[in-house]
């Protein structure tokens, strides 16, 4: 079981990215699937999670600017992040969760699978 994400780059601030996340080794049947991300120095902190309703939340520093989405036939994941600003630089991870409950969707601990992280920088 393996999530695999991609994506990552340099980028200016105001551009725009699309991170990928391929699930492999399993059918994708997670209960919610999310992407966190970690600053160089600072604790790892939720972005955004999707529940298999295709329920979104997302933290209040990314609300209107990234989208994450899935699909199911590709066993693929997505965050689409738009009008990037120099401090959502960080590594990015992808994670999934088979057992979780779903009014933990924002804490890590409530995912079992996780990706490898991808680095995004935005210069300002």
């Known amino acids: 079981v393996q999530l695999q994400a991609s994506g990552g780059g340099l980028v200016q601030a105001g551009s725009s990215l699309r991170l990928s996340c391929i699930a492999s080794?399993?059918?994708?049947?997670?209960?919610?699937t999310g992407w966190f991300r970690q600053a160089s120095g600072k604790e790892r902190e939720f972005v955004a999670t999707?529940?298999?309703?295709?329920?979104?939340t997302y933290a209040d520093s990314v609300t209107g600017r990234f989208t994450i989405s899935r699909d199911n036939a590709k066993n693929t994941m997505y965050l689409q992040m738009n009008s990037l600003k120099p401090e959502d630089t960080a590594v990015y991870y992808c994670a999934g969760s088979t057992s979780g409950i779903s009014s933990s969707r924002r804490q890590s601990s409530a995912y079992n699978y996780w990706g490898q992280g991808t680095l995004v920088t935005v210069s300002s």
């Open positions: 080794g399993l059918t994708f049947r997670f209960r919610f």
């Open positions: 999707l529940a298999t309703s295709g329920h979104t």
